[in-house]
């Protein structure tokens, strides 16, 4: 999962700079490596991710998927009030009711464009990051001999590593919430279209 290999590049980044601080320049190399690689990775599985959307998109352009028929009801106080911490727990409420009226104003199919843009958006604070990253490397390269000094170089801002670390991982936090919420409202309109009950309520809702 996306999210999973950016945190993951971020704790190899601190575990290189523990590393160095330690004096070990050999473990600190192969920490930072590790970093670049699994951010590299993150930036591929993102790019999965637009494929897919983009699959999506085209299978409900070939099928001619108008949406669900009871979106233009939804009313999105009354449905966040069911979800909230029975399914949304400490919901952004004015994110939730900007993409509630944007569902019943435009449907489902374009709420799922704009999802797409929205991960597209992240895509490009991956090479912030990246280059930030690459520089780092040649920074602790350059101090083998005492990676002590890379350590100082990093603490005191030399290279904008957090800055561009930060702004990534917002983005995709932005992007991934607006995914939960648009899944939580699709998936609460499927099950009242086919007679299935409530999300907040699945529970007590049985097939036969």
């Given at each position: 999962?996306?999210?999973e290999?950016i ?6 980044y ?19 490596d ?12 993102l ?33 966040l ?19 509630a ?9 374009e ?8 991960f597209?958006?992240v ?13 780092s490397?040649?920074?602790?390269e ?36 607006r ?6 409202i699709?998936?609460d ?12 309520h ?7």
């Amino acid at each position: 999962m996306t999210l999973e290999m950016i945190l993951a590049a971020n704790t190899a980044y601190e575990e290189a700079i523990i590393a160095a601080f330690n004096g070990s320049y050999d473990e600190a190399a192969s920490h930072h490596d590790q970093s670049i690689d699994l951010a590299a990775a993150a930036k591929r599985r993102l790019r999965d991710v637009d494929a897919a959307y983009a699959m999506m998109l085209e299978d409900i352009a070939i099928e001619r998927y108008p949406g669900n028929p009871l979106a233009p009801q939804l009313e999105p106080e009354e449905l966040l009030g069911e979800l909230a911490d029975a399914v949304l727990i400490d919901a952004n409420t004015a994110l939730f009711g900007e993409i509630a009226e944007s569902i019943k104003a435009q449907n489902l199919v374009e709420t799922f464009k704009q999802e797409r843009a929205s991960f597209a958006k992240v895509g490009r604070r991956f090479d912030p990051y990246l280059e930030a990253l690459r520089e780092s490397r040649a920074q602790l390269e350059a101090n083998a001999r005492d990676p002590r000094v890379w350590v100082q170089v990093v603490d005191e801002g030399g290279v904008p590593i957090r800055s561009t670390y930060l702004a990534l991982l917002t983005a995709y936090l932005g992007a991934f919430q607006r995914f939960v919420y648009s899944t939580a409202i699709s998936t609460d309109l499927y099950y009242e279209t086919e007679g299935y009950g409530r999300l907040a309520h699945e529970r007590t809702t049985v097939r036969r």
